[in-house]
């Protein structure tokens, strides 16, 4: 079975930075793209960041020039560095492939506010 564990979420000022990590299990994600995903409270989840397999990258508009998305295929790992964090990018963080194939883990919550 699939898995998804996010961590690396918490409370941050404006401004501030945070590194979230997903690992996957039960499967090898290396020829997968992957994606990390947001729900902000009384919102719809949205993606926020893909990486393909061979690393190249889109971002949404909203965190372009402000987040890096980033894997390490020998760890089944996927990363999101966000920086100049803004209130509107509180919201439960999620990855998963970048068409959502697999069932969502628990996700990172995260905060940002003064």
């Known amino acids: 079975q699939v898995q998804f564990v996010e961590s690396g979420g918490g409370l941050v000022q404006p401004g501030g930075s945070l590194r979230l990590s997903c690992v996957g299990s039960g499967g090898i994600f290396s020829n997968y793209a992957m994606g990390w995903y947001r729900q902000a409270p009384g919102k719809e989840r949205e993606p926020v960041a893909i990486v393909t397999s061979s690393g190249r990258t889109n971002y949404s508009n909203s965190v372009k020039g402000r987040f890096t998305i980033s894997r390490d295929n020998a760890k089944n790992t996927v990363y999101l560095q966000m920086n100049s964090l803004k209130a509107m990018d509180t919201a439960v963080y999620y990855c998963?492939?970048?068409?959502?194939?697999?069932?969502w883990g628990q996700g990172t919550q995260v905060t940002v506010s003064s």
């Open positions: 998963n492939t970048a068409d959502s194939r697999f069932y």
